[in-house]
């Protein structure tokens, strides 16, 4: 079986797309959260630089009137 996306209403999770179920089949789920992209790019890009795994830019170097 695949993975599937429900919406939550009204107390009934509800599958986005059509299941292929047998009539009182059992089955056993696993709820896992979709989150909303409500971060910022800083705020995202945030714990990759703090673990070094992205290294952030150096804006000021190309900011620079010396040339």
């Known amino acids: 079986m695949a993975d ?3 919406i939550y209403e ?3 999770l509800r599958p986005t797309n059509p299941l292929t179920l ?4 059992r089955l056993k789920i696993r709820i896992l959260e979709i989150h909303s992209p ?3 790019l800083a705020e995202a890009l945030a714990p990759l630089i703090a673990s ?9 170097q ?3 009137d010396s040339n």
């Not at 047998?22 to 089949?25: A, D, F, H, L």
């Not at 070094?52 to 000021?60: C, G, R, S, V």
């Open 4 to 6: 599937l996306t429900v």
């Open 10 to 12: 009204a107390g009934v």
């Open 22 to 25: 047998r009539e009182g089949q």
């Open 38 to 40: 409500e971060l910022s």
């Open 52 to 60: 070094n795994a992205l290294i952030e830019p150096m804006t000021d």
């Open 62 to 64: 190309f900011n620079s």
